[in-house]
């Protein structure tokens, strides 16, 4: 995750917020009428725009539609404050992420670490 937020505040960002950090954690979405929410693993606010992003470790088929879920959820609020919704994920898992995104038509990026 610093390489993610050494890139952040190389590109412009006014505030990184992830989770971890004990002060700066981002906020929790959820869908309307339930209790269930999703964190992402990073927000990133510039001066126009708010990223997220997700990372994955796991292409585990009992997680998969948890995290289908949580990708939509998270795709949608990146797109509606003016943003992207990027899923970082290990190299050489990147195509595995990619078809899963495309054949479920989410709006998002896969990129590595």
Known sequence: MDNLKKLAKKNGAIKIEAVGDK??????????????????????TFEDRVDLFSIENSTAKKHMPEMILKWILF????????????????????????EIIESKMISAEVITF
Do not use: C, H, W
Request: no cysteine; proline share 7%.
């Open 23 to 44: 002060n700066n954690t981002p906020a929790p979405y959820q869908y309307n009428g339930t209790r269930k929410n999703f964190i992402p693993d990073m927000a990133v």
């Open 75 to 98: 795709s949608l609020e990146a797109r509606k404050k003016g943003g992207d919704f990027y899923i970082a994920v290990v190299k050489g898992k990147e195509d595995v992420f990619k």
